[in-house]
């Protein structure tokens, strides 16, 4: 198994309104063991074919499940972050876009206290390509191997996979860690587990702007680093003061800026790509295939 | 979602922090009303969502109601970075003898708000954290406790704040992280807190930011959301679940995905262009997202071409293509289209562009390279005619 998740892991899917029925269904068809679903008031019924449960917790009792998915919307989405942390589950994925800030900062200090690791919210989820897929990234774009991912952002995380598959490079694991402020699995932490993962043999950081992540995880690759990485940062071009799209995505006085990314990545001796499609050759040449 | 000073001091004062008598006025008579009923000398202070207002003479003093009139009539229908003044907050002119600075934001590196309090007050907080940062003291709440007594009083005296002030100073910054929690803030600032000559502490600004994210949650602050003229086109975009920034190039750009869009807008950068918009339709690209999207690019009349960047995953790529090809059958837009379709089944989706009224490129970059080269031959045909 490479990280986060692998052939054994044993998903439930929180949030089995359309967009979680739709994607429990195609991560079964990759191969993922989505084991139920919970549905309050719906225990004891079948959806498509899985069981559902009134709770997480009898869900985890009755299947042995231990990674969670959270299609929950956005109002109610602290409740299913906390009830899946709270029946103990190792991994939980937040697919939800929109939780606020503050809703976030109280998940995340219950996390500190608990053993489990929260990825997202407002990201694809994460994949382990071959073995299991829990997430809503299209499967076609991804192929097994060492170069382990992690990335902010959704569909250009499946360009990149989709550059580096084409290339000949597969991916050990890809962890979209998600484009809001705060999130569970920031950017440095995702590294870190890539790092020290025996399945991956080289990293790719894709980044954007807004926050520090990035310049914390070159710091970390800097003192720490076994690997070779290479990375990319979007939105150079963007003005301060605007948001683009991602709640975190957002240039505020001296923060955040793609230079200071830059710059940091460089020091660290991380080449950055200009380009997306310059990263496949980035990897090669950091692997020594050049 | 920003609110007005005197909308944020209102909510301060619901909280139980000192504010100073104030009233808003739309017209100088309003204004003179207002400083008559108030008793001057009064503040007039412009009403804009930007910092820098007393720099940029938003800010006046006034000695009598004849004197409220004349700043109003000087201050509305001014232009402070962009935005034009249309209403003033008269308030009574505090009695000033120093100036304190107290903020709560989030601190993303610590996943935490943080408190900041600090004896220099009134001057960009971003600054005075370049230049001095020991003039700070920070303290990080929990989300799940907010502020308490012991951090508060902490604060106080780790950022030096005179011993007749302590009490009242760390009473406002719990009372602020209150008003943090409680609004579902971003950002609350109060700079300058004034320390009054009889002693007395008063909020003399007040920002407070909401987020957006939480407005569900907050019907009362968001009946408060304003848009400025230059922002319908953004307001427009979020009502069909886009997420659209206006920028000030000619190459229009439409893609799915925050990042693929950010990612978009460098590419055209790389090429020696320059974006006109960012637009992100959100997932999929039917038809209808694709048509509503290029009419919110195309009205910008600066945008000479627009690039189409859409990465087919679990909408697939011929899918994308049909939908672009409906558009441009039924309503052709007027300028050029540059299409550039990846992931699942873009080769089928390319195929199925070949001879349409547009430009298909299979890379990224070789359709910013396009969409740059056609925006510039767009501008040099506008120009042409007059030159003959």
């Given amino acids: ?290 | 979602m920003k609110l007005h000073e005197y909308q944020a001091k209102v909510v301060l004062a619901r909280a139980g922090i000192p504010v100073p008598e104030g009233r808003i006025a739309a017209t100088a008579q309003e204004a003179e009303d207002a400083a008559r009923a108030i008793g001057a000398p009064v503040a007039v202070k412009a009403q804009v969502h930007v910092g820098g207002r007393g720099k940029a003479g938003g800010i006046r003093i006034a000695k009598s109601p004849a004197d409220a009139r004349a700043a109003a009539s000087a201050i509305l229908g001014m232009e402070i970075k962009g935005l034009r003044v249309e209403k003033v907050y008269v308030e009574r002119a505090a009695d000033v003898r120093s100036e304190l600075y107290l903020g709560i934001t989030l601190d993303r590196d610590r996943r935490r708000p943080v408190v900041m309090l600090s004896t220099v007050g009134g001057m960009d907080i971003e600054e005075v954290a370049a230049s001095t940062p020991e003039k700070i003291a920070r303290g990080w709440p929990s989300p799940l406790l907010g502020l308490l007594p012991f951090e508060a009083r902490s604060l106080v005296f780790a950022a030096g704040v005179p011993p007749e002030q302590r009490d009242a100073v760390a009473d406002i910054a719990l009372r602020l992280s209150r008003v943090y929690g409680e609004t579902d803030a971003t950002l609350v600032e109060i700079n300058p807190l004034f320390v009054q000559t009889d002693g007395s502490v008063l909020a003399g600004d007040a920002k407070l930011e909401i987020d957006d994210n939480a407005l569900f949650r907050q019907p009362d602050l968001a009946k408060l959301r304003e848009v400025a003229k230059d922002e319908e086109a953004e307001e427009r975009a979020r009502a069909l679940g886009f997420s659209f920034v206006q920028l000030d190039g000619d190459v229009g750009i439409i893609g799915n995905g925050a990042g693929l869009v950010m990612a978009t807008l460098d590419a055209v950068r790389n090429a020696g262009g320059r974006a006109a918009n960012f637009l992100d339709v959100g997932g999929g690209a039917k038809e209808a997202i694709v048509r509503a999207a290029l009419e919110i690019v195309l009205s910008n009349p600066r945008a000479r071409s627009v690039l189409i960047n859409i990465f087919g995953g679990i909408t697939r790529g011929d899918e994308v293509a049909k939908g672009i090809l409906d558009v441009v059958e039924r309503h052709p837009p007027r300028v050029p289209l540059v299409v550039r379709l990846s992931g699942t089944q873009a080769e089928a989706g390319r195929r199925l562009l070949e001879g349409a009224p547009l430009e298909s490129r299979a890379t990224m970059d070789d359709a910013a390279a396009e969409a740059v080269r056609l925006a510039a031959a767009e501008a040099a045909g506008a120009e042409a005619p007059r030159a003959r």
């Avoid at chain 1, 929950?72 to 942390?85: G, H, K, Q, Y």
């Avoid at chain 1, 937040?94 to 990825?119: C, N």
């Fill in chain 1, 1 to 290: 198994m490479s990280v986060l998740l692998g052939r054994d892991t044993r998903v439930i899917v929180q949030g089995m309104g359309r967009e979680g029925r739709f994607h429990a269904q195609r991560m079964k068809e990759y191969g993922t063991k989505v084991v139920g679903g919970t549905k309050p008031g719906a225990g004891g019924a079948l959806i498509d074919g899985l069981p559902m449960f009134d709770t997480v917790a009898e869900a985890v009792d009755e299947t042995g499940a231990n990674a969670s998915i959270v299609f929950v919307p956005a109002p109610a989405a602290m409740d299913a972050l906390l009830e899946a942390i709270d029946a103990g589950i190792d991994l939980v994925i937040a697919i939800t876009e929109g939780i606020p800030v503050a809703d976030m900062l109280k998940v995340v200090a219950v996390l500190e206290t608990a053993a489990t690791t929260l990825v997202g919210p407002n990201g694809p989820g994460a994949i382990t390509p071959g073995e299991s897929k829990i997430g809503i990234m299209p499967a076609e774009n991804f192929s097994p191997g060492g170069v382990g991912f992690v990335s902010r952002s959704g569909t250009l995380t499946y360009e990149i996979a989709d550059l580096l598959t084409r290339a000949g490079l597969g991916q050990s694991t890809c962890i979209g860690v998600g484009g809001d402020p705060v999130i569970g699995l920031p950017t440095p932490d995702a590294v870190r587990l890539l790092n020290e993962d025996p399945a991956t043999e080289a990293i790719v950081i894709v980044g954007e702007i807004g926050g520090s992540a990035e310049e914390r995880a070159a710091l970390y690759m800097r003192s720490e680093g076994k690997k070779p990485a290479v990375a990319f940062i979007a939105g150079r071009s963007a003005p301060p003061g605007k948001r683009m799209g991602h709640a975190g995505a957002i240039v505020s006085g001296s923060q955040g800026t793609a230079e200071s990314k830059i710059r940091a990545f460089r020091d660290a001796g991380i080449p950055v790509a200009d380009a997306p499609s310059e990263i496949p050759q980035l990897v090669q040449e950091a692997l020594g295939r050049s």
